[in-house]
């Protein structure tokens, strides 16, 4: 930011005097108003509203309103209601705990929803006419996934089943009042800690009913296997229908699934499903006589789309609906009517939401959703069907998280919240503006996005920040981001992008990186910061980049690349891919996924991947930024870096993030000190 430098000693009266000359001839234009700018400590007052729910009647919406305690430095969720009109918005389960999934029982009078309060969560019941409510269960492991049936009588859930952990050996008998050290732990199993949950429990997902009005949880399901979260009735209450990897072989088959049916009178299970790939997801139609669920092949690509599929529950056979859809398609929600499905999935780095009757066609909703993660300006959304087809979404824009919105035939969206106006409404903002380009590497047109600082002067030149998703198979969009915000604010013009890999663009385009990641996309990303060069507004001696978890390896892959940017920041990366495929939560699924054989059979392949590989080139100064409890891409994978960088004598600093996992940002202050450390680092090395 500039600022007019004050009036050196001795020469405010000569000002003065010359000020009133000017004066007596014309009267002095008033005084510019300085920019408000959005600053970190507003990070702590951005509200989100998410997981919409319609009720039966289409009259209301029971929603979770997430708000940041700048005292517990956490995000906490209450759960409020709004008419689909906008009128009467009111809280309806707030206060200390934490509260989530509203699911509306079938008749509309009565809402189920998960509670935490010291420490458990459990299902609870609130009857909304009296404003009565019920603690459902009382479990030692958090119910998920409620579903209501459909005569509102009994209510389903998911839960761990704890089971006994491994053991090796036998300890001897342990005086009365000795103080041993903790016992050894053994592991046993391919996947043993998972980011953002640590080291895992041993026990197995398990599938339950409740009755409505509270009881004894009954168990459904039993054995050894990986559960989805997803789980339906069907038409007649009498089964439900979940989606399981039951094979005995299961740690080596990760990308599969199958749908089965269980008996709520005697358990018997039935199979629904046998194709290779993913069946997960279902959804039984309000009439009963369909089930739709979500199709992923089972191919050893980086990338394989979710398509649409029907099951007809009179002639049980299985058609694909979306197979000419060149979309992966994100959620499914049936018509009140039973003729056709709304859809959700990102096109070109936006989430839509489309109409798809069972013929397949498809007529695309007047409403760009997201806004429900605010960290970095990522695809996101959720909405919800009720009454005659009345629909409910978050909607997602540049200048603010998510707000709801009621979505109308022909009409532009009726907002029906505005969480942050009262935070944002008078703050000046960076807004999105498009960029389109041509790769250098094939022509291929690429997308992406401006970000300009708040009080933009076009006659000016600016620094400028490239900033690379993660995914790799994700997509960024014009939506709202904490930190593309504070870049701007503090006077950065910011450019991100979506390069081949990226999602939203169809499966070729996704797919132009498997077995080539990093590769080509380095040559989109060059492109892109030219022509955004050729806008004139940027100094091209004050450029920097950054990037996370996918963009930190494309950012370490630069700085490799090229001496372009004066500084960069390599966040949560992989560096080494045969350690990473070796060390990472999925480590199974990446190494059979990214890769044609395990690294000891063709290292050749990691290392010419890897970023470590070019380290001999870097010349950047560049600091590294990692959770300390990341295990998506471990903290081994950042000190590596690290350690080479600082052999060769590069500048180049470590910041551990403590507690975090692979996200950051479950607490505020982490995305705080994210943002913070990077534009202190790029600020060292600015002309």
């Known amino acids: 930011m500039f600022q007019t430098p004050p009036l050196r000693a001795g020469h405010g009266v000569l000002c003065a005097l010359f000020m009133l000359a000017a004066n007596s001839l014309t009267a002095a234009p008033a005084p510019s108003q300085p920019e408000i700018l959005f600053t970190a400590q507003d990070v702590f007052g951005l509200e989100i509203a998410t997981d919409p729910q319609v009720s039966p009647d ?11 305690n700048i005292m517990t430095d956490k995000a906490e969720r209450s759960i409020w209601m709004i008419n689909t009109d906008g009128s009467h918005h009111q809280p309806l389960v707030t206060g200390p705990g934490d509260y989530s999934s509203p699911r509306w029982s079938p008749s509309g009078k009565r809402l189920a929803y998960l509670g935490k309060n010291e420490g458990k969560t459990q299902l609870m019941v609130r009857w909304l006419d009296s404003n009565a409510e019920v603690q459902i269960t009382d479990l030692p492991n958090a119910p998920s996934g409620i579903v209501w049936s459909p005569s509102g009588e009994h209510i389903a859930f998911t839960r761990l089943v704890p089971a006994p952990a491994a053991t090796l050996g036998e300890m001897p008998k342990k005086p009365e009042g000795a103080q041993w050290a903790a016992p050894p732990v053994v592991v046993d199993r391919m996947v043993y800690r998972r980011d953002g949950a640590g080291y895992l429990p041993t026990g197995t997902r398990h599938l339950f009913v409740v009755p409505a009005d509270g009881g004894s949880p009954r168990q459904l399901t039993e054995g050894d296997y990986p559960m989805g979260s997803t789980v339906s009735w069907t038409g007649d209450g009498s089964s439900i229908v979940f989606s399981a990897n039951r094979r005995d072989d299961h740690p080596y088959h990760p990308r599969e699934s ?4 269980v008996s709520v009178e005697d358990r018997t299970l039935t199979q629904l499903t046998d194709a290779p790939g993913a069946e997960s997801a279902p959804m039984t139609s309000p009439s009963g006589d369909y089930l739709a669920y979500r199709k992923t092949a089972d191919t050893r690509r980086g990338y394989n789309p979710a398509q649409v599929a029907i099951l007809n529950r009179r002639s049980g056979q299985h058609q694909m609906l979306t197979e000419d859809f060149d979309r992966s398609v994100d959620k ?6 039973s003729d056709a499905l709304w859809l959700q999935y990102d096109d070109r780095g936006v989430a839509r939401l489309a109409r798809m009757n069972l013929k397949g066609d498809r007529q695309q909703a007047n409403i760009a959703l997201g806004g429900v993660g605010i960290g970095r300006p990522y695809t996101s959304g959720s909405f919800s069907v009720g009454g005659d087809d009345v629909i409910v979404a978050t909607q997602g824009q540049d200048d603010k998280p998510a707000d709801l919105a009621l979505v109308r035939k022909g009409k532009d969206p009726l907002a029906l919240t505005h969480l942050n106006d009262d935070l944002l409404g008078h703050k000046s903002l960076s807004t999105t503006e498009p960029l389109t380009w041509s790769s250098s ?3 291929q047109t690429i997308a992406g996005w401006v970000m300009k600082p708040p ?6 030149t600016y620094p400028m920040i490239l900033e690379i998703h993660g995914g790799p198979h994700t997509a960024y969009g014009p939506n709202f981001s904490v930190e593309a915000q504070l870049y701007a604010a503090a006077g950065y013009v910011v450019l991100y992008t979506n390069p ?26 060059m492109s892109g910061v030219d022509a955004l060069l050729a806008q004139g507004y940027v100094d091209p001696e004050q450029l920097f980049v950054t990037g996370g978890s996918g963009g930190g390896v494309l950012t370490a892959w630069i700085v490799g690349k090229t001496d372009r940017f004066k500084a960069a920041v390599v966040a949560k990366p992989v560096i080494n891919w045969a350690s990473f495929v070796l060390t990472a939560d ?13 690294p000891w059979e063709d290292i050749e392949s990691y290392w010419q991947r890897s970023p470590l590989s070019l380290v001999g080139n870097v010349a950047t100064p560049t600091l590294l930024l990692t959770g300390e409890v990341d295990y998506r891409t471990p903290m081994s994978e950042t000190e590596q870096y690290y350690q080479a960088l600082k052999h060769r004598g590069i ?21 705080i000190a994210k943002v913070n450390s990077i534009l202190a680092w790029f600020e060292r090395y600015r002309p």
């Open 258 to 261: 199958d749908l089965f049916q």
């Open 332 to 337: 499914v929600q049936w018509a009140t009517a």
């Open 441 to 443: 590497h094939d022509g």
């Open 500 to 525: 081949r890999g990226s999602t939203s663009y169809g499966e070729k385009f996704a797919n132009e990186i498997d077995l080539a990641y990093p590769g080509h996309d380095y040559d989109d990303l």
């Open 455 to 460: 009080g933009f002067d076009p006659d000016q």
């Open 58 to 68: 289409g009259s209301r919406v029971a929603y979770v309103r997430v708000t940041m």
């Open 586 to 598: 999925l480590n199974y699924y990446f190494a059979t996924t990214w890769f044609e054989s395990p």
């Open 651 to 671: 500048d180049t600093l470590m910041v551990r993030i403590p507690g975090a996992s692979h996200s950051i940002y479950k607490r505020p202050s982490n995305q």
